[in-house]
């Protein structure tokens, strides 16, 4: 099993629509998470982080938490064609001191 | 805030040679650095972590004599790619992250490196 993964992509959404991305990690005493943004030939780009159970949101984005089922999601609301991108899910586990494991990422299209 | 800039965003150079690319923190100070390599259509390989002052810690299978990574202050960090070969082209990606914001690491835009 792979200690962080991605729901296979690549996904595609029409604009307007809202695009989920889920992630799912197996290390259960990590404590942070993020969502990365990627777009082609550039860095990643943190979008999102959360710590605690629940929902975060920022603007049009919402990551969910939820450690005891060891799933983190991120919802982006009114998808434009500018989101396409690959989202990286990534996780600092217990004992990593602060280095991030990533999945795989997933590629969103989002069409006119 | 949380800008990480390096230098260059490219660079050629001829096998054999060594290359240093920079990674600076412009508006916080990083505990940690971290150097990162990734190949087209794959995802981010970590090769090293940094913290001021100390050795770093390098991924197993990184070569440290052929990776040699200097983190001098709170706001730089060096990687020299020493003679450089072909199969060292890839995209070379620094980060930075401060404990107090619970591991949150901040990019820098990347070094595209190719060796001819």
């Known amino acids: 099993q792979k200690e962080v993964e991605q729901n296979s992509g690549p996904l595609s959404v029409p604009e307007g629509a809202i695009a989920s991305l889920n992630c799912t990690y197996s290390?259960?005493?990590?404590?942070?998470f993020f969502w990365y943004r990627q777009y082609s030939g550039k860095s990643p780009e943190l979008i999102m982080s959360?710590?605690?159970?629940g929902d975060k949101e920022d603007g049009r984005f919402t990551a969910q938490l939820n450690k005891a089922s060891q799933y983190v999601s991120l919802l982006i609301r009114d998808s434009q064609p500018s989101d396409s991108a690959t989202y990286l899910c990534?996780?600092?586990?217990?004992?990593?001191?602060?280095?991030?494991?990533f999945g795989q990422g997933t590629i969103l299209t989002v069409h006119p | 805030g949380a800008v990480v800039s390096q230098h260059p965003s490219w660079v050629i150079c001829k096998s054999g040679t060594s290359v240093k690319i920079e990674c600076r923190s412009l508006?916080?100070?990083?505990?940690?650095m971290f150097w990162y390599r990734q190949f087209p259509k794959q995802s981010l390989m970590l090769m090293a972590t940094?913290?001021?002052?100390?050795?770093?810690?390098?991924e197993q299978g990184v070569e440290k004599d052929k990776f040699l990574i200097n983190h001098a202050s709170l706001t730089l960090s060096t990687l020299t790619v020493t003679s450089a070969h072909p199969e060292d082209s890839s995209f070379y990606i620094c980060?930075?992250?401060?404990?107090?914001?619970?591991?949150?690491?901040?990019f820098g835009p990347g070094t595209r490196l190719t060796v001819t």
């Open positions: 959360i710590y605690s159970n």
């Open positions: 290390d259960r005493v990590s404590q942070s």
């Open positions: 990534a996780v600092v586990g217990g004992t990593s001191y602060g280095k991030l494991t």
């Open positions: 980060s930075a992250s401060r404990t107090e914001d619970y591991y949150e690491q901040y």
């Open positions: 508006d916080f100070q990083a505990t940690t």
């Open positions: 940094s913290n001021e002052g100390s050795k770093a810690t390098y």
